[in-house]
């Protein structure tokens, strides 16, 4: 029977398995951020001239723009100017198969569990790992092509596919939209591109993978996906960054774009360093995630498990735009040790019929602060629009905290707009249930938490919700008493 | 933002200042003087602050309001319903534009132990008593308003109920604003209720307008509410659609204390109430009920906090809504639960019923918790009747309007029955059945 002295001792000497640094060449910029940055970014990339404007305009305009205070978080103010922002291994040019990729970084992917080459075979997923800056290599393209569906890097894209890039890359979070949203648009350095033609059903999940391995670097990538008319793609992201006691800024942005009768699936699974049991080091995670329903019928569905990070800043949303179309969020965010996480989810809904659904559970433990901020939005001509969000916090020990801030803004009588919070801690009634049953304690929790996660991780991939389930297991570890 | 007009209320405090009750009394002047001082930092609340996301205060801020004077000569008393006949057989206090009335007031019947009389009265004769009590129960950082009404603080209802004091009538407080004058005025009612240790009462405020003119009543009400006392309270806001009403209500709960709010706002072109409760000692226990109705523009923000700052509290919230016309309300319904409050029960619910095209409703109920064995909920709907329900009626030969208006009625009506006070009930259900079942709020839906 463990006791709960035992069990947080146990927590204390877990370590964050993905902690590792590889010792890679790379080339990296040194700290600062100055237009010259944003010159040496899109010149190193050569990219075309309008993305160089492009950047600048947002720089220019992230210079006006101070940081957003209204999160439930507490660090640190970021000296922007003591950040590098662009690292790459170096020797990335001409790369034709993963024979010739840099074995050092195969092997810090492998030790991450996402073997390129077998998951080829084995899983039939496509990757495109992103490391610091750079994507490495994106897998399974020939494949991909021949059904018409472009997976690739985004400075790829931006030299073969520059019109379709154009057209769409800030229309969904223009490039001044927030802070950290202006920021990330003048000094991003790679992410995800992905366009799935009309009628097409993506044949294989696509997946990016994020790492941030070289010290005193910010990560920046942008990832944007285009479902054109009927089609559909799920997406998984996952994410992991060496321990260090600095803290890193990690600042992203997704766009995702639903045509008509399109569907987008988002799946993230957040592993982030966060921090060690005294709170030092550790991930800020500060992302916008935002998707447009442009056509009728069209459909996102953002599911996230975020366990890592020190801090989590992030809200996925959903502009429905078009008529019948839905938006969907599902949520579980565990805050540990001095962890901080702030996120929720916005629904924008614009036209008629459309329908938004909101599940977030919340789970807290040690010093851990989660909140969830969500908005839920409906616009005059937005008839018929429904809403029903649930939020569940779960506390673990008495000296975390779980919150709850939702918004509700309806300007249309025809509207139906549910919100329903609780929070509570797993009740001694529970816990004996499962003990009588012969259930160690740490089992019986982890069951129980499990079981208030459910309604999300049903959501997520086979092999994600595993994944996930498991992240929540060590993640918790110990943090019951 | 509003530099001039901030100015401008700076001057008249010089002005006035030293003439106001109390005004010889060195902790009073220190009391006024750090309002004014509070004022002059943080100024009007803006869109800006997070709390005033959804209520603009432009309208208020930009006018210049002179303090209303007490003078309620050539007005017509016999024009006041409610003063005519007194159907809950209260004690009862009239303010007139902010001034108590003593002609209009009765104050005969308190038994023995309780004390009720004006603050200017209080301040004047019995300030020793009031000096650690006044302005205890106002959070430092609240807005601007409640700065303001620290600064011109003058004239109110003090109430003290002594030890095991049992108050069986009501204690009424009626504020009527006449509106009239060549400047718009402002009023700053102010009142302080102290329960003692096992003593219980109830206490109405009232505010009501006479005409239609444009003024201003920035109220602030304090209650403390000591060990196991019981206190029922209610606020009836009722001015006219061309008014403007800062209200706050701040309750101080100790051990095993009973507070029952029910707040009423129908009237005001901008009506804010700002409700903050702390729960401070173990088994104190809040309800606290509410109820808007907005029509034409008018615009109804509502504001409440319940602070757990103690283990084995229970705080049950119930708010609802009903919007027509272009008007819109914002509901604010906060819950803190701090470290080391457990065993913390906190309910929340707010229900609002979205009636027209133009009409709006932003509601943010929030919880915050910092303990875990707590068991704390909140829920908000928007929705609208149910056809359903409205065919129901209709199968059975009832019109549509009436049928609107019955439901309507009903889903309001639900706030009423958990009045505990059978008169007050009566009065406001009549109340509803004006305004909702035979009321232009049903003219305005069909």
């Known amino acids: ?156 894209a931006l030299h073969e596919y520059p019109d379709l890039v154009k057209r769409y890359l800030g229309s969904v979070v223009p490039a001044g939209d927030n802070f950290y949203a202006a920021l990330n648009s003048a000094v991003f350095s790679d992410g995800s591109f992905v366009y799935i033609p009309k009628d097409v059903r993506c044949p294989m999940e696509l997946s990016t993978y994020f790492r941030i391995n070289a010290m005193n670097t910010g990560q920046f990538e942008r990832t944007l996906i285009v479902a054109d008319e009927g089609s559909y793609v799920s997406y998984l992201e996952g994410c992991t960054a060496p321990m260090r006691d600095e803290n890193q800024l990690h600042a992203a942005v997704v766009e995702l774009i639903a045509m008509e009768g399109a569907q987008i699936k988002y799946s993230t699974v957040q592993n982030w360093y966060p921090g060690d049991e005294h709170g030092r080091g550790g991930i800020y995670n500060f992302v916008t995630k935002r998707g447009a329903c442009r056509g009728r019928n069209s459909k996102i569905s953002w599911t996230q498990v975020e366990t890592g990070s020190a801090i989590t800043w992030k809200y996925p949303s959903v502009l429905l735009e078009g008529d019948d179309s839905v938006g969907e969020f ?51 001509k937005a008839d018929k629009a429904r809403n029903y969000s649930q939020c569940d916090s779960l506390l673990l020990g008495d000296r975390c905290g779980a919150h709850t801030f939702p918004y509700m803004e309806v300007k249309n009588p025809t509207a139906q707009v549910e919100h329903e919070a609780t929070t509570s801690k797993i009740s001694d009634d529970q816990l004996f249930y499962c003990r009588q049953r012969g259930l160690s304690e740490e089992d019986a929790v982890s069951m129980i938490v499990n079981g208030f996660c459910k309604e999300v991780f049903k959501e997520l991939p086979m092999e994600f919700a595993v994944e996930a389930q498991k992240l929540l297991e060590i993640s918790l570890e110990g943090a019951v008493g | ?111 023995r132990g309780v004390a009720v009389m004006s603050l200017s009265d209080a301040l004047n004769h019995r300030a020793d008593e009031l000096e650690n009590e006044l302005g205890r129960c106002v959070p430092n950082k609240l807005h ?133 409760v702390t729960l401070n000692d173990v088994g104190a226990r809040s309800n606290l009920n509410g109820l808007y109705i907005g029509m034409g523009r008018q615009h109804i923000d509502n504001h409440t906090q319940v602070d757990h700052r103690a283990a084995s509290c229970t705080s049950s919230e119930f708010y609802k809504g009903v919007l027509s016309g272009r008007s819109r309300a914002v509901f604010h319904g906060r819950v803190v639960v701090h470290q080391d409050a457990q065993k913390t029960d906190a309910q929340q619910q707010n229900n609002n019923l979205l009636l027209s095209r133009d009409a709006e409703i932003d509601t943010k109920p929030q919880l915050e918790i910092y303990a875990d064995d707590v068991k704390c909920s909140h829920g908000a709907t928007i929705g609208q009747l149910d056809p359903n329900s409205i065919f129901y009626l209709q199968s059975r030969g009832i019109d549509e309007t009436t049928a609107r208006g019955l439901l309507t009625y009903a889903f309001a009506n639900d706030v009423i029955n958990r009045f505990a006070i059978e008169s007050i009930r009566n009065e406001l259900e009549h109340h509803l059945t004006r305004t909702l079942l035979h009321g232009k709020h049903v003219e305005a839906q069909a």
């Open chain 1, 330 to 380: 599902y949520s579980v965010a565990l805050t540990n040790n001095w962890q901080q996480a702030d996120t929720g989810t916005k629904m924008v809904h614009i036209g008629r019929n459309t329908t938004s659904t909101i599940i977030s559970k919340g789970i807290s433990a040690g010093h851990g602060q989660n909140a969830y901020r969500g908005l839920v939005k409906v616009l005059n």
């Open chain 2, 1 to 111: 933002m509003f530099e001039a007009a901030q100015q401008a209320y700076v001057n008249t405090y010089k002005g006035i200042a030293p003439d106001l009750p109390g005004g010889s009394v060195p902790w009073v002047r220190r009391v006024r003087d750090s309002g004014l001082s509070r004022f002059r930092e943080i100024g009007f609340p803006t869109p800006g602050d997070e709390d005033w996301k959804y209520t603009n205060v432009r309208p208020i801020a930009k006018q210049s309001f002179a303090p209303a004077l007490n003078g309620h000569n050539g007005i017509d008393f016999t024009q006041i319903e409610i003063l005519k006949d007194n159907r809950l057989g209260s004690c009862r206090c009239v303010f007139v534009n902010g001034h108590f009335a003593p002609r209009l007031s009765n104050l005969d019947q308190l038994p």
């Open chain 2, 144 to 276: 601007g308003f409640a700065a303001l009404n620290t600064a011109f603080l003058a004239d109110g209802a003090y109430i003290r109920v002594g030890p095991d004091c049992d108050l069986e009538c009501p204690i009424e407080l009626v504020y009527v604003s006449t509106g009239d004058g060549d400047q718009p005025q402002v009023s700053y009612p102010r009142n302080l209720a102290i329960l003692d240790s096992g003593s219980r009462a109830v206490i109405m405020e009232r505010y009501l307008s006479l005409g239609q003119g444009r003024y201003l009543t920035n109220a602030v009400t304090e209650i403390v509410a000591r060990t196991s006392a019981q206190v029922d309270y209610y606020k009836l806001q009722e001015e006219s659609t061309d008014a403007f009403h800062v209200g706050g209500l701040f309750v101080n709960q100790h051990r095993d204390s009973t507070v029952t709010t029910n707040n009423i706002a129908i009237g005001g072109a901008i009506a804010r109430t700002d409700l903050h």
């Open chain 1, 1 to 156: 029977m463990g006791t709960p002295a035992n069990d947080i001792d146990r927590l204390v000497k877990r370590e964050y398995k993905e902690g590792f640094v590889t010792d890679i060449d790379s080339e990296t910029l040194p700290p600062g951020l100055d237009e010259s940055v944003v010159r040496f970014i899109s010149e190193k990339k050569s990219e075309p001239e309008f993305m160089l404007e492009w950047r600048l305009k947002a720089y220019r305009h992230w210079l006006t723009l101070t940081e957003p205070q209204w999160a439930h978080v507490h660090y640190e103010p970021i000296d922007y100017q003591a950040i590098s922002y662009f690292s790459a291994p170096k020797d990335k040019d001409g790369l034709n198969s993963l024979d010739e990729v840099d074995p050092k970084l195969l092997e810090t992917y492998e030790k991450l569990g996402i073997p390129l080459e077998e998951q080829k075979v084995l899983a039939g997923v496509a990757v495109d790992a992103v490391f610091d800056s750079v994507s490495v290599k994106t897998t399974f393209r020939e494949k991909l092509a021949e059904v018409g569906v472009i997976f690739c890097s985004i400075s790829d």
